[in-house]
Structure formats: C-alpha cells, structure tokens
C-alpha cells in the first residue's frame, strides 16, 4: 500500500501538471521537507568535521551571506538566539578559526565578524558537491523556469520570516 506521500508523488509523475488538485500541494512540501532534510544532513556532516553545532554552521552562512558587516547583535536576531548563546556561537566559531572579530577603528564598541578566508575555503571544498547538484539541476531550466523558481524561492523565504516573527513576538507554546 502506498503512503500518501507516494501516492502524492506518483499522480505528479502521471502527469497531473501543476494546479490539478490538492496533490500538488502535498507534492511540494514532501519535496521541499526533502531537499531540507538532504541539505540538513550535509550541514549537520560539516558541522561534526569541523567540532561546531549545526547552528554554528547557520552563523556561518548568516555571515558569509550579509550585505554588509556582520555584528553579533544582527546575528542574535537572524538566529534567533539570546546574547549568551551567540557569544558562545561566535567564541566557538573563532576558537575553531572560522571567523574572526573586528573593532572597527571609529567606535570600539562596534564588532564585526569576518569569515576567515582559509575556513571558507575548507567549506567551499566541503559543499562543492552541493554546488555541484545545484548546477546541475540549473542546467535543466531554462531562463524563464529559472525566474519563477527563484520569485518562489524568495517568496517561500519571505513567508517564513513573517512565521519566524510571529513566533518570536511569544506566541504560546
């Protein structure tokens, strides 16, 4: 007997196209619970390479990812953590050479945290083959499939946030 996960997946194969029924829904959440559990399996084998907590890789990429400088206080909110807790994401990622702090000269209460150059190094080496799937996978949509992918990419995100700030704002347990 089929799960309803497969079954889900077997009318998609069918050729149901998109917006034909309520499995389409099903169809794309088991699909994106799947590529973040892939993802999350990859995250977690770096993070015990390295000695860090799945989180500390998150930090990573939070850092390497910012538009500007990284500060631990911008860090607390886009983790979500207490200020002890990122102190003690960023003593770990610093003591492990993955990052480093700098005051800035103007106002030495200010830190920024740098990605060490020779850490992202060893990441890039490490999600290479990541990289390499999402090549891959680009390869096989064109321009247009591509723009839509990446609208419901940041759209998915922005939703997301705005659940992550809800939580945030204490929402009972």
Partial sequence: MATANQRGQ???ERGNGPGNGPSDLHVLAAGLRRMNGEINRLVHSFAGTQGLHATDVQALAAILDAREPMTPGRLRDHLGL???????????????????????????????????????????????????????????????????????????????????SDDDRGSPA
């Fill in 82 to 164: 207490t200020s002890g807790a990122v102190t003690a994401c960023v003593d770990r990622l610093e003591r492990a050479g993955h990052v480093r702090r700098v005051r800035e000269s103007a106002d030495r209460r200010v830190v920024h945290l740098h990605y060490v150059p020779e850490a992202r190094e060893a990441a890039r080496t490490y999600f290479r083959p990541l990289a390499e799937a999402a090549a891959a996978t680009r390869a096989r949509f064109d321009e247009d499939e591509l723009a839509v992918v990446i609208r419901f990419l940041t759209a998915m995100n922005e939703e997301l946030r705005s659940v992550r």
């Fill in 10 to 12: 077997q009318g998609h």
